[in-house]
């Protein structure tokens, strides 16, 4: 028999696959194309990375904002929507204040992605950034591990009833819904409103009931998606303090026409 090769080489080198995120961070990181995306957006330069997910980036600008860069391409029109709707029945979303698409595309594998920069209100993170399910320490001050858990709870049920409403192809077909479907959305709603009764949570579930009753169900609404808002902004309506949704990513969308998304050239 032939010993299998070296398992950890192997096991590293699928580590290190670059991923869409990986490779816009590549993209991002010329100099001058930084200087370039910061004078597009007219927040402030481009600061410190506060981290990565799988399809995109997030780096701080001027407080209290940050920018989110993406290949999402659900992202992008997902919040020009959000951005459509009653400001205070959306208070459990960060607030945007930009939304553009840069160019040049960016080539991953055998393809060109689109991408978007979004500028949007700074969190402080629900979990803390490291591996594993880890409460931040505002998380632990404002809510306990008991709070933690009741809000870990109720939100991945949220999230289950999400996944089987987008499965089942609730978010395109509007005839008539299947049992499954009508279900799912009653699962959507009980969960967002169990989350409103948990205090720290009530803002998060009342815009997830809101969005869910008008149709709109975030697939992937996780507890690395959510943070605590840091900054009133007056400017902008003061909200209360509480969790809020801060990726509403990954969710098949009907709004990629919403609205006009502007493209700007960040190569030149
Ligand atoms: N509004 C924010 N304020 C501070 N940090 C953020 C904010 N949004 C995202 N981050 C950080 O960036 C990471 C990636 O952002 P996210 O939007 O979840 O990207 P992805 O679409 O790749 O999942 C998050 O896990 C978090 O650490
Ligand atoms: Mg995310």
């Given at each position: 028999m032939t010993l299998p090769?070296?398992?950890?080489?192997?096991?590293?080198?699928?580590?290190?696959?670059?991923t869409p995120a990986s490779t816009l961070r590549e993209w991002a990181s010329p100099a001058d194309r930084r200087v370039r995306i910061a004078k597009t957006l007219e927040f402030g330069p481009l600061g410190e990375e506060l981290g990565m997910g799988h399809w995109g980036v997030v780096y701080a600008?001027?407080?209290?904002?940050?920018?989110?860069?993406?290949?999402?391409?659900?992202?992008?029109?997902?919040?020009?929507?959000?951005?459509?709707?009653?400001?205070?029945?959306?208070?459990?979303?960060?607030r945007s204040a930009r939304i553009v698409r840069l160019l040049p595309d960016m080539p991953f594998e055998m393809e060109e992605f689109p991408v978007f920069a979004i500028v949007r209100e700074e969190a402080d993170m629900f979990l803390a950034q490291v591996p594993g399910v880890v409460p931040s320490e505002r998380t632990l001050q404002e809510?306990?591990?008991?709070?933690?858990?009741?809000?870990?709870?109720?939100?991945?049920?949220?999230?289950?009833?999400?996944?089987?409403?987008?499965?089942?192809?609730?978010?395109?077909?509007?005839?008539?819904?299947?049992v499954r479907v009508r279900s799912s959305i009653e699962g959507m709603l009980n969960y967002a409103e169990k989350l409103m009764e948990l205090p720290g949570a009530e803002l998060l579930g009342g815009t997830l009931y809101h969005l869910t009753s008008k149709g709109i169900a975030l697939r992937d609404v996780h507890l690395n998606n959510i943070g605590w808002r840091k900054y009133e902004i007056p400017e902008m309506?003061?909200?209360?303090?509480?969790?809020?949704?801060?990726?509403?990513?990954?969710?098949?969308?009907?709004?990629?026409?919403?609205?006009?998304?502007?493209?700007?050239?960040?190569?030149?």
């Open positions: 090769q070296d398992s950890t080489v192997r096991h590293e080198t699928v580590l290190k696959a670059p600008l001027e407080s209290p904002w940050v920018v989110k860069i993406t290949v999402d391409p659900t992202e992008a029109p997902m919040w020009s929507k959000l951005g459509t709707l009653d400001p205070l029945l959306m208070a459990g979303l960060a809510l306990g591990q008991a709070g933690f858990n009741r809000v870990r709870y109720a939100l991945g049920k949220y999230k289950v009833n999400a996944e089987l409403y987008h499965n089942e192809n609730g978010a395109w077909n509007n005839v008539e819904p299947s309506g003061r909200l209360p303090s509480g969790l809020m949704v801060t990726d509403p990513g990954h969710t098949p969308t009907r709004f990629s026409m919403a609205r006009p998304i502007p493209a700007y050239a960040v190569n030149r």
